[in-house]
């Protein structure tokens, strides 16, 4: 299948990396210096795996594609969705952060909901790390089901672990609860995400995924408390040495997604009724950080 990854960063690449290890012809549009270097010498996927691919690599998306896979950061998402206006038969989101499908749904025909577990890592160009092997979910963004992702979970099913699901808003919501417990308090603290397994940060990344879970019923979706918070942890313990992706964002002192997670939290809170103090200090104290910084 002609797969087109748009947002050839960490994720990207792994996705990319393994979907054209399958055997799919792929082509990934990310940024140089990392697409000079695949163009060089390849793509080579090390950590869990250790293979090398060629993927097409370029700077600007082809004119056609069976499938794109957007993996840019939420804020780069309308950017992304104008530039692959024509290009594919059926888009599948795998950002972070809420609203990503809303917003690619406004400029392409059939997009699908995802979401992914797999850890991801670029430690130069031309090289991406997979930290740890996951899951990819992915279904239509509304729920139910779609032949256009039957077929994309085909695909992905030749290359990593992928499940198609039919109730992507529940899922879309947990993930958020991930991202709010992990992402947040890691960048702030500094630390790994084994670290919100116990000690001090465990009861901010569980208030963090409740107050997503109390968010989400108020919008109609069904997220038990505790089906947030057990997320949360399992996540957690499962990428225990995993640098979170805001993680990596301060470190390099890069924008971070804030707006789209604990932000996207505590700005619809109040139109809900909901109070949401953990996440709306966690956005606080991330967009404090983006100011000084310049990066807002």
Known sequence: MDVLVFGAGSL???????????????TLVGRDPHVAAIRGAGLHVGGE????????ARTTA??????????????????AARALEGVPDVTLSLGNGMGNEATLAEHLD???????????????PGVVHCTGVGEVVLGP??????????????????????????????????????????????????VENGALVEGPGNEVARAAGREVAALARAEGVDLPDEAAVDAVVRVAEATAANHSSMLQDVAAERRTEVD????????????????????ATLAS???????ERGLR
Not at 13 to 24: E, F, P, T, Y
Not at 63 to 79: L, N, Q, R, S, W
Request: charged share 25%; hydrophobic share 45%; proline share 5%.
């Open 285 to 291: 104290l991330l967009r404090a950080w983006e100011r």
């Open 141 to 190: 963004r509304d729920g139910g089901e779609s032949e256009a992702a039957d077929r994309v979970g085909r695909a992905f099913a030749d290359a990593m672990v992928t499940t198609v699901a039919d109730d992507m808003p529940r899922r879309l919501w947990e993930k958020l609860a991930v991202n709010a417990g992990i992402n947040a308090p890691t960048a702030l603290a500094r």
């Open 49 to 56: 795996f250790d293979f090398t691919v060629h993927p097409t």
């Open 260 to 279: 789209a997670i604990t932000g996207y939290v505590a700005d619809l809170a109040p139109e809900r009724g909901v109070e949401t103090p953990v996440n």
């Open 110 to 124: 059939t997009v699908l909901a995802g979401t992914c577990t797999y850890g991801a890592l670029r430690p130069e």
């Open 12 to 26: 990207g690449s792994l996705v990319g990396g393994l979907l054209a290890r399958a055997g799919h012809d792929v």
């Open 62 to 79: 082809p004119e056609h594609a069976d499938i794109a896979v957007v993996t840019v950061k939420a804020f780069d998402t309308e950017t």
